[in-house]
């Protein structure tokens, strides 16, 4: 059987390419791709060249995906032909997808699929909110309303966290923040920010902030908005290190805890306190979704066909702030 695939070929060029899909092993599940989500940080930082990035041509590209299994290894228990999932890294932009078992998650009854597609990404926003430990009565600051940070910011809520605000330039991202459940929404570049977040946060500042957007100056802004011993997960990849930091004056003196929050630190085994492994938050991501208590549908975008993928991320690289939930329909394909 001929597989698609997505490939970074070089700096500035993506292409679908034919493979050959191997037979799969007792341990492994072949799933068909119905959604696959663009994570725009991670894959245009690739397609950029960014420092920092992988340099390794041509390379697979995507890492989310969720389809429909349609073959089951005989040693796989629990998965069955027909279950709808999500294949965290081993299913990126293909069309068919081969994984293990650990790298599998069923969706539940009644979450859309585009919803559960941006769940792999929205899991990297609630590990960076569970690992600022954060508790019910907190303050919470999400810095960048990009998909981890709306996501992040629902986590917040969800942990009991308020106020929560979030901080981005861009005014749709922040009205999409106001109706995920953000309390206020700021641009950084408001004379009154500070005056504004002390208002909202009784004089103290933030207890703990997520920051998404790998900016320096973000993390900047950030810690001059926080509280006596807050707390700061570093979720978004800060790959270019361009602002100087007064570490006495904004961390060692306030005792702010930053915290490295790249999803490597996830342990392999079992979940510990503040650091869960990737499918337990996925599942926990899905489960309220299904309940409500995360609203998807506002980060919805759009779906392109994966035969127009050289030009979707051309198009994306040119974009100041890309949107966010956008989506490759493997259907589109017709095969």
Same mark, same amino acid.
């Not at 950029?48 to 992988?54: A, E, F, G, S």
């Not at 103290?204 to 997520?210: D, I, K, M, Q, W």
């Given at each position: 059987m001929t597989n698609k695939a997505m490939f970074l070929m070089a700096p500035g060029v993506v292409e679908l390419c034919d493979i050959e899909l191997p037979a799969i092993q007792p341990d492994e599940v072949l799933v068909k791709s119905q959604f696959s989500a663009i994570s725009a940080g991670t894959e245009l930082a690739n397609f #950029?060249?960014?420092? #920092?990035?992988?340099r390794r041509y041509p390379r697979s590209f995507g890492y989310n995906a969720v389809g429909i299994v349609t073959e089951v290894g005989s040693a796989v228990k629990g998965f069955a032909v027909g279950d709808r999932v999500l294949c965290y890294f081993a299913g990126g932009h293909r069309l068919y997808s081969v994984c293990k078992r650990h790298m599998l998650c069923k969706i539940p009854n009644g979450v859309d699929m585009r919803d559960a597609a941006l769940v792999i990404i929205g899991g990297f926003g609630l590990e960076g909110a569970r690992m600022t430990k954060c508790e019910i009565g907190e303050s919470a600051l999400v810095v960048g309303c990009g998909l981890l940070g709306q996501f992040a910011l629902q986590a917040l809520r969800c942990m009991g966290a308020t106020p929560v605000v979030a901080i981005d330039f861009n005014e749709e991202r922040l009205a999409i923040a106001k109706e995920c459940g953000a309390d206020y929404a700021f641009r950084p570049d408001d004379p009154d920010l500070k005056e504004k977040v002390m208002e909202a946060t009784e004089g103290?500042?933030? #207890?703990?902030?997520?920051e998404v957007t790998g900016s320096a100056q973000a993390l900047v802004t950030a810690l001059g908005l926080m509280a006596r011993r807050g707390r700061i997960a570093l979720t978004g990849c800060t790959r270019v290190s361009d602002v100087p930091i007064d570490f006495y004056k904004l961390v060692h003196?306030?005792?702010?805890?930053?915290?490295g929050a790249h999803t490597s630190v996830r342990p392999n085994g079992d979940n510990i306190p503040g650091y869960w492994v990737p499918h337990s938050d996925h599942r926990t991501l899905l489960r309220h979704i299904a309940k409500g208590n995360i609203n998807v549908k506002p980060l919805w975008n759009e779906e392109f066909n994966p035969a127009d993928c050289t030009k979707v991320y051309s198009d994306l690289a040119q974009s100041k702030n890309p949107p966010l939930g956008n989506l490759f329909n493997w259907d589109l394909l017709g095969e």
């Open positions: #950029n060249d960014l420092p #920092n990035t992988v103290r500042g933030f #207890n703990c902030a997520v003196v306030p005792g702010i805890q930053l915290l």
